[in-house]
């Protein structure tokens, strides 16, 4: 397994190793005790699988708010991804800022979204699959977004006109979003 930083401490780029041949493929997608040697400890308590039907599906910016934040462990099964994590702990010196990566089925790279990040994707192909583990069950209550295309965070998305939910189109913007991270 091969773990990559990223500009925002404690999100994490991960690269399982893969063992191919003229059958296919074997991974570890997750394996608690590796991942504790790596220094990653997150008890993992909840998996969630979407589907994306059309290219340039838009999901985010997503969070759970404390007392039941979640870290998550997000990984593309089919399809590809542009992914992404915000920093929305206040006090952090990277506040308000995002780092990116490319997930997908062929390059079977995760990503690690710590407590304290909203995190979304849109989708670079159809018919895309998104698997990812998070450590708090989900609690509607807790449930929280900021805008996508908010221009005080300006994320770079390789789509101008994405595809929403109505939920994803009204979230606020950041400064309005009441964080208490």
């Not at 979304?120 to 708090?136: A, I, R």
Request: glycine residues 6%; hydrophobic residues 40%.
């Amino acid at each position: 397994m091969n773990i990559t930083e990223t500009k925002l401490p404690g999100v994490l780029i991960i690269e399982p190793a893969v063992f191919e041949d003229n059958r296919g493929f074997f991974m570890e997608s997750y394996n608690q005790k590796k991942f504790a040697e790596k220094g990653i400890h997150n008890e993992f308590v909840q998996d969630n699988h979407s589907l994306s039907a059309a290219k340039g599906v838009l999901r985010g910016l997503h969070y759970q708010a404390n007392p039941m934040a979640q870290a998550k462990l997000v990984r593309c099964i089919r399809g590809e991804i542009f992914d992404v994590a915000v920093d929305i702990r206040k006090d952090s010196p990277t506040f308000g800022e995002w780092t990116s990566t490319t997930l997908s089925a062929d390059n079977k790279k995760q990503l690690l979204v710590p407590k304290g990040f909203a995190h979304g994707f849109c989708t670079l192909t159809e018919n895309v699959e998104v698997l990812y583990k998070v450590d708090e069950f989900y609690a509607p209550e807790h449930d929280k977004g900021i805008r996508w295309n908010d221009p005080e965070i300006g994320i770079n998305w390789p789509l101008a006109d994405p595809v929403l939910s109505e939920k994803d189109r009204q979230q606020p913007f950041l400064s309005e979003a009441g964080i208490n991270f």
